[in-house]
């Protein structure tokens, strides 16, 4: 199993262009979670789907974000328009169902928005 | 107050030590709990789960659950340097969100 799979790796932008980061989960989970991890937060919770339904986007900080998950194998998380206060590493996690089952990482997006 | 509460440390061991790693939660109605590690650069690995109060043990890692007090932990036995990492308490709560406390930095001193 090659794991939850994040693309890009790195992604540098100037402010006010557009990002997509693109995460595919591990085959056969149920359940996928975007975080953003920052020395200042820690690592926040910005939305979680269960079988491609959004069921909280309570953490997502501002209209500027958005999150699509249109099949089970494929998500994105859209920033539009960026910002340096963006700036983060942005990590996608599956579990097999939401409730009480392990969740693995991927390897996380570093977005810097300059 | 945050719903994962960890004591950001560095917290300091020697090599061979015991290491004790603690985390509080508020939520009630959470019925899951984790452990993570975090190499710095890496994203966060999966070490120990427990879902019942006692303990659960797995090599050199023991995972702690008290729910009555909301109190979860994790030792590790025999210390090595490359146990070196920021250690990240994670609790299913009661609406399926897997929330994340600040993690602890646990250094192991040669």
């Known amino acids: 199993d090659a794991g939850v799979i994040q693309s890009p790796r790195h992604e540098v932008t100037e402010m006010g262009q557009e990002v997509t980061l693109r995460c595919k989960p591990i085959?056969?989970?149920?359940?996928l979670f975007w975080y953003r991890q920052t020395m200042m937060r820690g690592l926040e919770l910005l939305i979680y789907?269960?079988?491609?339904?959004?069921?909280?986007d309570s953490g997502m900080p501002e209209d500027r974000f958005s999150a699509k998950m249109p099949n089970a194998s494929f998500s994105t998380l859209k920033i539009q328009p960026s910002e340096p206060r963006d700036s983060a590493v942005y990590f996608c996690?599956?579990?097999?169902?939401?409730?009480?089952?392990?969740?693995?990482f991927g390897q996380g997006t570093r977005l810097t928005v300059v | 107050q945050k719903e994962v509460e960890q004591n950001s440390g560095p917290l300091s061991v020697p090599e061979g030590a015991i290491a004790s790693l603690n985390c509080t939660y508020s939520d009630r109605g959470s019925q899951s709990f984790f452990w993570y590690r975090q190499y710095s650069g890496k994203s966060p690995e999966l070490i120990m789960s427990i879902y019942s109060n006692g303990d659960k043990e797995d090599g050199r890692f023991t995972a702690q659950l008290n729910k009555a007090s909301q109190y979860v932990s994790l030792l590790i036995r025999d210390s090595q340097p490359s146990d070196s990492a920021t250690y990240l308490c994670?609790?299913?709560?009661?609406?399926?969100?897997?929330?994340f406390g600040g993690g602890t930095r646990l250094m192991v001193k040669p």
């Open positions: 789907f269960n079988n491609n339904v959004p069921i909280d």
């Open positions: 085959s056969g989970h149920n359940s």
């Open positions: 996690a599956s579990s097999m169902t939401a409730a009480n089952t392990e969740a693995f």
């Open positions: 994670a609790v299913h709560n009661a609406g399926n969100m897997l929330t």
